[in-house]
Nanobody
Framework: VQLQAYGGGLVQTGGSASLSCTASVSGRAFSRLSVGWFRQAPGKDREFVAGLRWGGSNVYYPYHEDSVKGRFTVSRDNAKNTVYLQMNSLKPEDTAVYYC?????????WGQGTQVTVSS
């Protein structure tokens, strides 16, 4: 499984950005993937942002914090083998490299990361 993340760039505070993650698997296999988005800010650990389970339409977030809930959402287009992270009301603290991730048969797969910089 190869994941490729796209999008990001420089955004002003309060703005929006959309990231895409495309998987190199068959359409049927993609529909069975759960895909999550993570981010890593400079000097910080990589953290989970939001995800979407296979076959489901409910986005799940880190249970221990609400920093992105209500602002970020995840969706998928199985016909395009793509999962999206829509980010609204961006804040400078959202600045990070964003990665998409999936676990297949207990093996982790990561996209290459895409930078999102939110200017104040």
């Amino acid at each position: 499984v190869q994941l490729q993340a796209y999008g990001g760039g420089l955004v002003q505070t309060g703005g929006s950005a959309s990231l895409s993650c495309t998987a190199s698997v068959s359409g049927r296999a993609f529909s069975r993937l759960s895909v999550g988005w993570f981010r890593q800010a400079p000097g910080k650990d990589r953290e989970f942002v939001a995800g979407l389970r296979w076959g489901g339409s409910n986005v799940y977030y880190p249970y221990h914090e609400d920093s992105v809930k209500g602002r970020f959402t995840v969706s998928r287009d199985n016909a395009k083998n793509t999962v999206y992270l829509q980010m609204n009301s961006l804040k400078p603290e959202d600045t990070a490299v964003y990665y998409c991730h999936s676990n297949v048969l207990y093996r982790d797969y990561w996209g290459q990361g895409t930078q999102v910089t939110v200017s104040s």
